[in-house]
């Protein structure tokens, strides 16, 4: 048995195949949000190894059930599912392995990509179309012919990715770049921070307030961020920008869980 189609897969779930496997949107969530990767491994239960990156074994186990119902993989049937021998479990270690190894050589090659670009861009034109519609500020953003260059950092200052943002809004990052984990600031914190999902969107904060901001990126990332940063900076009242649709504000209320955060919402001028 060779496996599933990761062709067929990554076209029924709006997603795309990367290397030796396909990634497509965790159930639940964003379409546009890619979390879920699936990867052909012989030794696996069912063929093929699943790995959510914005969820955990509930998500991964959904989308098992998601691939059998729509004829990806065979149902159960009335056959109860058996233990795994200690072959199979070393074959499925040995799938992961290989799998996390290369996706660190992917992240290592596109965050050097990332910082060859930026090293080659200069600061963004205030009269960008997309600068101009969304009314903001070029800071710490860079510019290279049409497109906009938005750096990614770590905890720790490094810049993994690039954000590229055309005049249309059209966003991309690089092909097999890191994004979980990174983000996106402006203006140094002193007693408060505002967190929130977009650029745009923090921009606009910190243009209305003065506040320093940080972009999460995606709403799969904002609690994660705010809980590294309320850990590195207990002393920092957190603010958390939500976007208002229901991944944004399920993404607000599990950072201010995590760090006891304020929420602010489209809208609220409480800390204008």
């Not at 800071?139 to 906009?148: D, F, I, T």
């Not at 990715?161 to 996106?184: E, H």
């Not at 003065?210 to 904002?222: C, H, I, Q, R």
């Amino acid at each position: 048995m060779i496996g599933p189609d990761l062709s067929a897969i990554a076209a029924r779930y709006g997603g795309k195949v990367a290397g030796r496997e396909c990634l497509i949107p965790t159930p639940g969530h964003s379409r546009a949000d890619r979390g879920t990767a699936i990867r052909l491994a012989p030794g696996a239960p069912d063929g093929l190894l699943v790995t959510c990156y914005n969820g955990g074994q509930a998500e991964a186990l959904a989308v098992k059930d998601q691939l059998r119902r729509d004829g990806f993989l065979p149902s159960f049937g009335d056959t109860r599912p058996r233990e795994l021998t200690r072959e199979e479990r070393e074959a499925i270690r040995r799938a992961e392995a290989a799998r996390e190894k290369e996706k660190a050589e992917r992240h290592a090659q596109a965050a050097q990509i990332a910082r060859q670009r930026l090293t080659g861009a200069r600061p963004a034109d205030p009269g960008h179309p997309y600068l101009s519609a969304k009314r903001m500020a070029p800071e710490r953003v860079w510019q290279a012919g049409k497109w906009l260059l938005v750096p990614m950092t770590d905890g720790e200052g490094r810049i993994w990715n690039v954000q590229s943002i055309g005049p249309d809004g059209f966003k991309l990052y690089l092909a097999g770049g890191r994004t979980k984990g990174l983000f996106w600031f402006a203006g140094k914190a002193d007693d408060r921070l505002v967190i929130g999902e977009g650029v745009a969107t923090v921009a606009a904060v910190r243009r209305a307030t003065g506040l320093p901001v940080v972009a999460a990126m995606t709403a799969s990332n904002l609690p994660d961020i705010a809980a590294a940063i309320h850990a590195k900076r207990p002393d920092l009242t957190i603010i958390i920008a939500a976007d208002d649709d229901k991944a944004g504000r399920d993404a607000a209320r599990l950072a201010s869980q995590r760090t006891g955060a304020l929420i602010a919402l489209p809208g609220d001028c409480t800390h204008g």
